[in-house]
């Protein structure tokens, strides 16, 4: 294994209080009630957009740009109040960093704050390429970035593994042919049905000899 792709949100950090917050400050900022935080972390995965239109899902699309920004703004203020890395995370990607593996993000976040969130969690230095729902004409589940990253490091698809936890995440690595592993936790929509990942993991110090063996 010569490269490995990350998801960001649900499987490098734990962002889901701070994205629940904001999102309930946004609903209070347009006198609407507060939503559960399950029901937000529900909403996460397919770029704020989505994530928006489904926490209110009464605006029209002009109103929908403009309340995405009103997001983005309030969002900013906190990216790191209650963001952290999940447990494992950092001792997985040093071992894997030492393998002499490539690593990278793909994320529907914006790029922006998600360099922002990683820069903030001592997390950038181990990626050498880090890209947003912004970064490419589409988002995932579109396999676009994934392509990219392919070409940009080299790497035969055969040789690389895509890392999420949720259901965008499967069918991105799906629509390329590429190899897939599932983390157990995460933040994405609970009730989905049963993924059939190629691979599945508990904490990210698994990866490490995952890869090994696989290899």
């Known amino acids: 294994m010569k490269l490995i792709v990350f998801d960001l949100d649900g499987t490098l950090i734990d962002s889901a209080t701070d994205i629940a917050l904001s999102v309930n400050e946004l609903r209070d900022v347009l006198a609407l009630e507060p939503l559960p935080v399950p029901t937000i972390e529900s909403f996460v995965g397919d770029g704020i957009s989505s994530l928006i ?3 209110i899902p009464t605006l029209d699309p002009q109103e929908l740009a403009q309340t995405v920004e009103r997001y983005r703004d309030i969002y900013r203020r906190r990216l790191l109040d ?7 995370v950092v001792p997985g990607l040093k071992q894997l960093e030492g393998a002499g593996i490539e690593l990278a993000v793909l994320t529907n976040k914006p790029v922006r704050e998600s360099l922002l969130i990683l820069e903030g969690l001592d997390l950038r ?3 050498f390429a880090v890209y947003g729902g912004d970064s490419f004409a589409r988002k995932k ?10 070409e940009q490091s080299r790497t035969p698809l055969e ?8 259901k965008v995440d499967l069918e991105t690595a799906q629509n390329l042919g590429m ?8 933040i994405g929509p609970r009730a989905e049905p049963p993924l059939t990942p190629d691979f599945l993991i508990d904490d990210l110090r ?7 063996s696989a290899t």
Not at 206 to 212: I, T
């Open 159 to 166: 040789d690389a593994l895509f890392v999420g936890d949720s």
């Open 125 to 127: 230095a181990y990626f």
């Open 179 to 186: 190899t897939f592993c599932l983390v157990s936790y995460g």
């Open 206 to 212: 698994e990866l490490p000899a995952l890869v090994a």
């Open 141 to 150: 589940p579109d396999p676009v970035g994934l392509a990219h990253l392919l």
């Open 53 to 55: 239109a489904r926490a």
């Open 82 to 88: 209650n963001t952290r890395a999940y447990p494992g």
